[in-house]
């Protein structure tokens, strides 16, 4: 039976420089970072302190990916159209403020939404990040 969601995959530009906006700038830890096999592979994972059962592997689109598979991905990271993470966040407009602080770009400011207040990031790899401050709301009311 599954139990959990414990992995999920964002496709970086440079896994050093991924860690290092995870862990310095969004607060993630490292949990793994290990080169496998012939020191061509590497595994790195980070995650939210407060659930470390979910890792976000931080991977560079190539092998076990398809070469055409692998392009695919860096064409779509390139040109800022991947989604990387939803992230919750408890104060929208405030997570705001701090990240622009510390020179996040924002593709949305924070704006109302019937399920919260969303705003949308990239990561230094030009992936989306959507920050959620979530609010109780019912989905069959906008049907």
Known sequence: MITNVSL???FVKDIDAAKAFYIDV???VERTDITIGDGSYRWCTVSHPGQPELEVHLQLPG????PEVAEM????RDEGS????GLAVDDCRK???DLRAKGVEFLQEPAD???GVEAVARDNSGNWLVLVEQKEFNPA???
Not at 63 to 66: K, N, Q
């Open 73 to 76: 991905f860096a064409r779509a």
């Open 141 to 143: 009311d906008f049907d």
């Open 8 to 10: 999920t995959t964002v």
């Open 95 to 97: 997570t705001y403020d």
């Open 82 to 85: 991947l989604f990387a993470l």
């Open 26 to 28: 969004l607060g993630f």
């Open 113 to 115: 939404r019937p399920y």
């Open 63 to 66: 092998p076990p990916l398809s």
